[in-house]
């Protein structure tokens, strides 16, 4: 960087050479250390007009003056080193390169592409298994035809998956003319959404960018960016460490599966935690997961089968029958906002269990009818199986569209309010919505009657939706 004074290579190489070295940086509080690069932020000096300045934030003002004055220009340096592709393993691409004797290193010829790797490797854990193939490395040069040598080595898998999206957009009988067809590409890209664990998203994210921009570069695409969103997944941990094969402590999902049923793995997963954050994997969580299933399908029973959902006049339900469908309806509000917009997954499952303990507080069979038809979509996606059974075996055609039933069943028929005697809560009052206030003083009146027994009334107020507040004098 030609900064002896403040780079601790450049100073090494400058004593090296006895070149001269000029410090322009000092402490805040002291002089520069004769003997070594001071490398941290702090006050310029022989520095002319800068004198004095932060380092840091100098850094415009020097980049203005050499603008200003047509003698330098801001520019970014990036530090990207070449990328060794090259493995010595199975696994991945093979480089369709040849060594001949005669002609060096060649490129296989086109039409001999793909290269394909032989089915009768042998792994033995001890070098390159494809030098070690008897047959598949010996060829014939591309230029001059004599006997050569096959490259053995193969690519990074980075190189594979790092496009495969496009790979895609094209039929399996036809990939080659459509992998890059405008019309196939327009259809499928970019990709919805992306999502992958943290530790691999990061680099396979790097990675896929870099080959869209350099097939964008080529002429193959006409855009930047190949994933619209990204998701990247948090760790699942046991025992407070990262899952890991090295250290033992991985869960077989066989073993789950066999004894809950794959819907509970989900659940379990799913309600833990957000996937963007770290889960901890607890065994009695996936019991309890279990727990919640089987109560979901044998409450299933509640239903009758229908064809069509039922038609509920919601004004002449119980206020347990009001409550259940209000909840049941709050679960698919947050569920098209989970799905669309938050993916926090366990927060819409946490709806649908309110939902469910509000179900089983009344007993009209249609409101169970509705509410499980709402509730067995939405949990389609999370407990696929359980849900189409009890979708399959309760409901046909249905005649139900919930978005249109949202206003009616979001209708505040009676509000809570708090009562306080001279500012201090007492007790709560329900009253109907369009209450006047000559009634909510009444009802409050009635309500704190033992607070209210040889006091004297001074003031009565009514916050609205919120509190009444009377105040008295004994």
Same mark, same amino acid.
């Given at each position: 960087?030609?900064?002896?004074?403040?780079?601790?290579?450049?100073?090494?190489?400058?004593?090296?050479?006895?070149?001269?070295?000029?410090?322009?940086?000092?402490?805040?509080?002291?002089?520069?250390?004769?003997?070594?690069?001071?490398?941290?932020?702090?006050?310029?000096?022989?520095?002319?007009?800068?004198?004095?300045?932060?380092?840091?934030?100098?850094?415009?003002?020097?980049?203005?003056?050499?603008?200003?004055?047509?003698?330098?220009?801001?520019?970014?340096?990036?530090?990207?080193?070449?990328?060794?592709?090259?493995?010595?393993?199975?696994?991945?691409?093979?480089?369709?390169?040849?060594?001949?004797?005669?002609?060096?290193?060649?490129?296989?010829?086109?039409?001999?592409?793909?290269?394909?790797?032989?089915?009768?490797?042998?792994?033995?854990?001890?070098?390159?298994?494809?030098?070690?193939?008897?047959?598949?490395?010996?060829?014939?040069?591309?230029?001059?035809?004599?006997?050569?040598?096959?490259?053995?080595?193969?690519?990074?898998?980075?190189?594979?998956?790092?496009?495969?999206?496009?790979?895609? +957009?094209? !039929?399996?009988?036809?990939?080659?003319?459509? =992998?890059? &067809?405008? *019309?196939?590409?327009?259809?499928?890209?970019? %990709?919805?959404?992306?999502?992958?664990?943290?530790?691999?998203?990061?680099?396979?994210?790097?990675?896929?960018?870099?080959?869209?921009?350099?097939?964008?570069?080529?002429?193959?695409?006409?855009?930047?960016?190949?994933?619209?969103?990204?998701?990247?997944?948090?760790?699942?941990?046991?025992?407070?460490?990262?899952?890991?094969?090295?250290?033992?402590?991985?869960?077989?999902?066989?073993?789950?599966?066999?004894?809950?049923?794959?819907?509970?793995?989900?659940?379990?997963?799913?309600?833990?935690?957000?996937?963007?954050?770290?889960?901890?994997?607890?065994?009695?969580?996936?019991?309890?997961?279990?727990?919640?299933?089987?109560?979901?399908?044998?409450?299933?029973?509640?239903?009758?089968? +229908?064809? !069509?959902?039922?038609?509920?006049?919601?004004? =002449?339900? &119980?206020? *347990?029958?009001?409550?259940?469908?209000?909840? %049941?309806?709050?679960?698919?509000?947050?569920?098209?906002?989970?799905?669309?917009?938050?993916?926090?997954?366990?927060?819409?499952?946490?709806?649908?269990?309110?939902?469910?303990?509000?179900?089983?507080?009344?007993?009209?069979?249609?409101?169970?009818?509705?509410?499980?038809?709402?509730?067995?979509?939405?949990?389609?996606?999370?407990?696929?199986?359980?849900?189409?059974?009890?979708?399959?075996?309760?409901?046909?055609?249905?005649?139900?569209?919930?978005?249109?039933?949202?206003?009616?069943?979001?209708?505040?028929?009676?509000?809570?309010?708090?009562?306080?005697?001279?500012?201090?809560?007492?007790?709560?009052?329900?009253?109907?919505?369009?209450?006047?206030?000559?009634?909510?003083?009444?009802?409050?009146?009635?309500?704190?009657?033992?607070?209210?027994?040889?006091?004297?009334?001074?003031?009565?107020?009514?916050?609205?939706?919120?509190?009444?507040?009377?105040?008295?004098?004994?």
């Amino acid at each position: 960087m030609a900064v002896p004074a403040h780079d601790d290579r450049d100073y090494d190489f400058a004593k090296k050479y006895d070149l001269e070295i000029n410090a322009v940086i000092k402490p805040f509080d002291g002089e520069a250390e004769v003997g070594q690069a001071y490398t941290e932020v702090g006050e310029l000096f022989n520095s002319g007009e800068f004198d004095g300045m932060n380092s840091k934030k100098s850094q415009y003002n020097i980049i203005k003056y050499f603008e200003e004055n047509k003698i330098g220009k801001k520019t970014t340096n990036y530090k990207l080193k070449d990328w060794g592709v090259s493995r010595q393993r199975y696994w991945g691409a093979p480089i369709p390169f040849i060594h001949c004797d005669d002609c060096g290193l060649v490129m296989e010829k086109k039409e001999n592409l793909p290269v394909a790797l032989p089915e009768d490797v042998e792994i033995t854990g001890e070098g390159n298994p494809l030098d070690n193939h008897p047959t598949w490395k010996h060829c014939k040069c591309s230029q001059c035809g004599k006997d050569a040598i096959r490259e053995t080595d193969t690519m990074d898998t980075f190189v594979e998956s790092s496009w495969y999206f496009l790979r895609f +957009c094209a !039929s399996q009988e036809n990939w080659e003319k459509e =992998a890059f &067809s405008s *019309e196939q590409i327009k259809y499928w890209m970019g %990709v919805d959404h992306y999502i992958g664990g943290i530790e691999h998203a990061v680099l396979h994210l790097l990675y896929a960018r870099f080959f869209t921009k350099v097939f964008r570069d080529l002429g193959y695409l006409d855009f930047d960016e190949p994933f619209d969103n990204l998701l990247t997944q948090g760790m699942v941990l046991k025992d407070g460490s990262k899952m890991s094969k090295s250290k033992g402590n991985t869960v077989d999902p066989d073993e789950i599966i066999a004894k809950y049923g794959a819907d509970t793995a989900r659940l379990f997963i799913l309600f833990a935690a957000p996937p963007t954050q770290e889960l901890e994997w607890n065994d009695s969580g996936v019991e309890g997961a279990y727990k919640f299933i089987k109560r979901f399908f044998d409450r299933s029973s509640n239903i009758v089968a +229908c064809e !069509s959902i039922p038609i509920i006049n919601h004004a =002449a339900l &119980s206020k *347990e029958e009001k409550f259940a469908r209000k909840k %049941v309806y709050e679960a698919l509000v947050r569920a098209n906002e989970v799905y669309n917009e938050r993916h926090t997954f366990n927060t819409m499952i946490a709806g649908v269990m309110e939902a469910m303990n509000a179900l089983n507080v009344q007993e009209n069979s249609d409101v169970w009818s509705e509410g499980y038809w709402i509730l067995a979509s939405i949990m389609e996606p999370v407990i696929p199986h359980v849900s189409y059974e009890i979708s399959e075996k309760y409901f046909g055609l249905n005649n139900l569209n919930p978005q249109a039933v949202l206003d009616e069943v979001f209708v505040e028929e009676s509000i809570t309010l708090g009562v306080s005697i001279n500012g201090k809560r007492r007790t709560e009052i329900e009253v109907a919505t369009d209450a006047s206030q000559e009634e909510i003083i009444s009802v409050a009146k009635a309500a704190a009657s033992k607070w209210l027994e040889g006091m004297s009334i001074v003031k009565e107020i009514v916050v609205p939706k919120k509190l009444v507040n009377i105040v008295v004098k004994g």
